[in-house]
RNA sequence: GGCCGCGUAGCCAAGUGGCCUAAGGCGACGGAUUGCAAAUCCGUUAUUCGUGGGUUCAAAUCCCACCGCGGCCUCCA
């Protein structure tokens, strides 16, 4: 069998995978922030996340994954990280309670931050299942709540401050030493000689005044005021957005060393960057082993944002009538280390790719399929094996349909990583109506029996205008509605 | 200014030194089928890989320059 190669961005090249515990592999996807409804970019990054984890176990491992939920109220702007600026859960909260006077929304006391990120979050977590992610399903520790994990956050800190890696400073925040860590920028390539401080434009000087080195990052900051507050050896106040990470991974699994560790190519730094060097200060180990970052997601050819537009949700989507298979399938197939060109088109594509498969599938009885191998199978994995090359792996499947096989087994084996076969559950906006459709067609089919064409495509046409398609066939007229998209 | 990554047909997208006169999907076109369509099936669809140089017996694949795109340099997947 060909070894399993991941690019790993610490070394910034391919590298065989080999799991410190085998067949265990404990990995950590950075999640969901639950401020708001994630975005179909967010949503790359955790079916990338999902993916990894359903090759790895296809391929024999044990995947211990972990995807934290950001629900700390952070601040907007760019002095929050440092401590100024608004708070998101705040901002998150008159959102909601705008949608509630809509009728929108359903939270029960916008006031409660904690009710706004568990609303947000029980909204993450169905899409993420309507995606078929698995961690939707797993048990909650596996999905890990910031607010939850202060405890060990604090220790944490109080460990590095004990290390002298972090240092009290005279407004009473505590921050990361950077100089006290030789290895900060290997990720990134951003060495501290390198960094141009305040080039991105995003630093509040004022808010930097206590610190030693402009790149010490917070790890505590004092804030009794704050919407939400802790009590800790530094006072009432809120951690710093990087410590959470460290502190929740190394809980949930049990470990100071992890497999894997991925998120979006904007965590590398200086969030990924920051972890590393709390976690190996605090441990004195190595923190993850293989770091990998999806690449961001345009649409239409540009980039994402709500003033352009073309800002999309998964329920957005999914709500216009998208087939949740043909999204995740969309937002998997490109490489994830390329930039990946959202478009409506490709979503259609995606789904008629789908629909192809779900049609060669049908006659598969899932109860008969044992563990097999295959060509196809091999080329699938070996595809796979090659730094998740899933472009390879869905070549090798229809390359392998073209040629018409008798035994369709290995394609139903294969959606365990591919997830994609299993039909929409969701109610949509367009749902509904089933009966009256069902009559319509029989209409149809009573004409047609009867030879009077005019009447026949007149029904044809009307289902057709409601998004409705009819396969005519001598066993009979079926029906399905169209992926709609405007 | 610094650090990453990317640029392949109408569109999406593999391939990263010789099996490439470049996978696969969508679309388009032609045919079968059909009352006509749709669905389905069969076939066709890049001598060329952002541009210009260079290395090599051999380059889409390596090197250099340039152009374009994306990310980061204390919000962000």
Not at 103 to 124: S, T
Not at 395 to 405: E, T, V
Not at 472 to 477: L, N, R, T, V, W
């Amino acid at each position: 069998m060909t070894p399993i190669r991941f690019y790993n961005t610490l070394t910034n090249q391919l590298e065989d995978f080999a799991p410190i515990d085998p067949p265990v592999v404990r990995m950590y996807n950075c999640g969901p922030t639950v401020y708001d409804f994630a975005h179909i970019g967010n949503f790359r990054a955790f079916v990338f996340a999902d993916l990894l984890r359903r090759f790895l176990e296809f391929t024999g491992h044990e995947v211990r994954q972990v995807m934290n939920i950001t629900d700390v109220g952070h601040m907007t702007e760019d002095q929050l990280a440092d401590g100024g600026g608004q708070d998101k859960m705040e901002l998150a909260a008159q959102r909601l309670k705008a949608a509630k006077k809509s009728g929108v929304a359903d939270v029960e006391n916008p006031d409660d931050p904690f009710a706004v990120a568990r609303y947000f979050e029980k909204a993450f977590i169905d899409d993420a299942r309507a995606l078929r992610l698995k961690i939707a399903d797993d048990e909650a520790p596996r999905r890990p709540r910031a607010t939850e994990h202060v405890k060990q956050m604090i220790a944490m800190i109080e460990k590095l401050v004990a290390a002298d890696h972090a240092y009290v400073a005279g407004d009473g925040a505590v921050y990361y030493d950077v100089s006290s860590f030789p290895q900060y920028g290997k990720l990134s390539g951003n060495t501290l000689d390198k960094l141009a401080h305040g080039a991105g434009g995003r630093v509040s000087e004022t808010d930097t005044a206590g610190k030693r080195n402009p790149h010490d990052f917070l790890l505590w900051k004092p804030d009794a005021k704050h919407l939400m507050k802790w009590d800790s050896p530094w006072g009432w106040g809120y951690p710093g957005w990087h410590i959470e990470c460290s502190a929740m991974s190394m809980s949930a699994l049990g470990v100071e060393t992890l497999d894997i560790h991925t998120g979006g190519e904007d965590n590398i730094f200086p969030h990924h960057e920051c972890e590393i060097a709390q976690s190996c200060g605090a441990t004195g180990k190595a923190f993850a082993r293989y770091w990998m970052h999806t690449r961001f997601l345009m649409v239409e050819g540009e980039k994402m944002s709500k003033s352009k537009g073309n800002f999309y949700t998964v329920r957005d989507l999914l709500k216009r009538g998208v087939d949740p298979a043909a999204l995740r399938l969309e937002l998997m197939r490109t490489h994830y280390r390329s930039n990946m060109n959202f478009t409506m088109k490709g979503l259609e594509d995606a789904h008629r790719m789908v629909e192809r498969w779900r049609a060669a599938a049908a006659g598969v009885d899932a109860q008969s399929v044992a563990a097999g191998d295959s060509d196809v199978e091999r080329d699938f994995v070996a595809a796979l094996s090659d730094d998740l090359n899933i472009s390879g792996a869905l070549g090798a499947i229809n390359k392998w349909l073209n040629d018409s096989p008798d035994d369709l087994s290995p394609l139903v084996r294969m959606n365990s990583v591919l997830g994609v076969l299993e039909a929409a559950e969701l109610e949509t906006e367009t749902s509904g109506d089933d009966a009256a459709i069902d009559a319509k067609v029989q209409q149809m089919a009573d004409a047609r029996a009867a030879k009077d064409w005019a009447a026949s495509d007149a029904i044809r046409d009307e289902l057709t205008a409601a998004g409705i398609e009819v396969q005519i066939s001598k066993q009979g007229i079926t029906w399905r509605r169209k992926m709609t998209l405007d």
